[in-house]
């Protein structure tokens, strides 16, 4: 395996054998959140496989792709899977919510939209619109609140990435509806979002939006991390930042996404995002500190299970690499992948199951290599 045809086979193999399970069952296999071991529903993963099978169906134009991308559609659009606030069923209940916060309902608009595009259905349309709808955006603070199923307010999703990748997700929305009173929010939380995210010294994004980052289990929680710091390189659990580090190419790979459709957005040049830009490319530093190469070198080093165990860097990285350094480096590319096999990858089982607490959705989540793929083939 030396070059990208290479790993599109194996994107093809993957599917293929998941297109089995997934044209028996009516709808993708449920994983449970990674290591957060939350009960999830089936509505994750059929969104991010049909992502897999758009970029399948566009390059190979196959039937069967084409079939099950409307077999997953008609799964993520069936009402018994929404509540009557309008919100889709992500996760069956857990101390937070049913929605997997703002987050869950981006990636099912983001699925039905990759339907969309496909089926020329409209149900699908209206469906990401109606998810989008739902929660309701504060102007006061740039950003949006969660709607149970049941019509609650449940307050302010906190978590940064969360309130981005809604975002992006229903920007895709306006490719195919004109509606500015519909768009406002959007709008508002780009034209607002400096303000909503920080980064360390280092370029290290933080983990909540502004405002929301000190309530005090976090801050026992990193004062622990803090004096059992110097056993992190053993064990990742020990390291006050593992969150952030884990997290850090998926929020970047959550701006590239906003940029396809709002590449003119400020926050592109400001000095904040470069800098977090050029953290997130320093792929060497990120392995070392995430202890990637040292796990599989050192028997007793541990990875940080919020990275290649589940935000993969081999998924992520080439598509924010290509969207704001203008990149190909695929000799790297590669090296990340084969470094995600010899981690994660189970060749009998043809899923990325080793040393991951959710297998079904790390191997889903091969989906966000296909949008670099799309972008070179």
Not at 247 to 258: I, K, M, P, R, V
Not at 269 to 281: E, P
Not at 282 to 301: C, F, G, W
């Amino acid at each position: 395996m030396n070059d990208i045809n290479d790993i599109i086979q194996v994107v093809k193999c993957i599917a293929d054998k998941e297109l089995i399970v997934i044209s028996k069952n009516g709808k993708a296999t449920a994983g449970k959140n990674g290591p957060y071991n939350c009960e999830d529903t089936n509505i994750r993963n059929s969104a991010h496989w049909i992502k897999i099978y758009k970029f399948l169906l566009k390059l190979t134009e196959k039937r069967k792709y084409y079939n099950v991308i409307k077999l997953l559609g008609d799964y993520l659009a069936e009402e018994q899977n929404y509540g009557t606030s309008g919100a889709i069923t992500c996760m069956h209940g857990n101390k937070m919510d049913h929605l997997n916060g703002t987050i869950g309902q981006g990636w099912a608009i983001e699925g039905l939209i990759c339907a969309y595009e496909c089926i020329k259905d409209e149900k699908f349309l209206d469906k990401a619109k109606q998810i989008y709808l739902t929660p309701e955006y504060n102007y006061d603070l740039h950003a949006w609140e969660r709607v149970e199923l049941d019509g609650k307010n449940i307050g302010i999703d906190k978590v940064f990435n969360h309130q981005l990748w809604f975002a992006a997700n229903s920007a895709f929305i306006f490719r195919f509806i004109e509606d500015a009173d519909l768009r406002a929010p959007l709008d508002d939380f780009v034209q607002n979002i400096d303000k909503l995210f920080s980064i360390y010294k280092d370029g290290l994004l933080k983990h909540y939006i502004v405002g929301f980052e000190d309530d005090n289990k976090t801050k026992i929680k990193i004062l622990l991390k803090k004096i059992t710091a110097p056993l992190k390189f053993f064990d990742q659990r020990f390291d006050n930042k593992s969150f952030e580090r884990g997290y850090h190419l998926f929020d970047l790979y959550g701006f590239a996404l906003l940029y396809e459709n709002y590449s003119d957005a400020l926050v592109f040049n400001s000095d904040k995002f470069r800098k977090a830009v050029s953290y997130g490319m320093d792929i060497d530093r990120i392995n070392k500190d995430i202890n990637a190469e040292s796990t599989l070198k050192y028997k007793y080093s541990k990875i940080n299970s919020y990275a290649y165990p589940y935000n993969s860097p081999a998924f992520e990285y080439p598509f924010i690499d290509y969207t704001f350094n203008h990149s190909h480096n695929s000799s790297k590319y590669m090296e990340l992948w084969l470094l995600q096999m010899k981690l994660t990858y189970n060749y009998q089982t043809s899923q990325f199951s080793e040393r991951t607490e959710d297998a079904e959705t790390l191997t889903a989540r091969l989906y966000e290599l296909t949008y670099y793929l799309e972008k070179i083939v």
